[in-house]
């Protein structure tokens, strides 16, 4: 079977730059989980790379049980990225009001600079 770890990084960059034009939209709530899409899809990309299969959501998790040594930070950039998986996309998610009216340009700006560390480091990792 072919390792697929290039596809899932070429995903990830693509749903960044989507996570950018979400921004650049003022859908904040589709940036910040495009975000977070981008940094999973990147960190399962490089479990790929290292002959590992990922399962999961969780992007601190996925990090942690990465082969090997990852800054610290990762995991804490993670941390908040895990939290746009689902309450950006469902009403219910928050006690009440549309995903769309919880989120603005602080969330998508700080969802878009934790995505774009994880996937530099991503990136470095793989052309090792």
Not at 86 to 107: S, V
Request: glycine share 8%; net charge negative.
């Amino acid at each position: 079977m072919a390792n697929r770890a290039r596809d899932w990084f070429a995903q990830a960059e693509y749903d960044l730059k989507h996570a950018v034009d979400a921004r650049n939209a003022g859908s904040h709530e589709w940036s910040c989980f495009a975000a977070q899409q981008a940094a999973e899809k990147a960190v399962k990309a490089l479990h790929l790379h290292r002959g590992q299969e990922a399962w999961g959501h969780v992007v601190a998790r996925l990090i942690e049980e990465l082969p090997g040594e990852y800054p610290a930070e990762l995991v804490d950039a993670a941390k908040v990225l895990d939290n746009y998986y689902a309450p950006t996309r469902y009403p219910n998610g928050h006690p009440d009001g549309a995903p769309f009216e919880h989120y603005g340009p602080l969330q998508s700006e700080g969802a878009l600079n934790h995505a774009g560390q994880i996937i530099a480091f991503v990136r470095a990792e793989m052309a090792k």
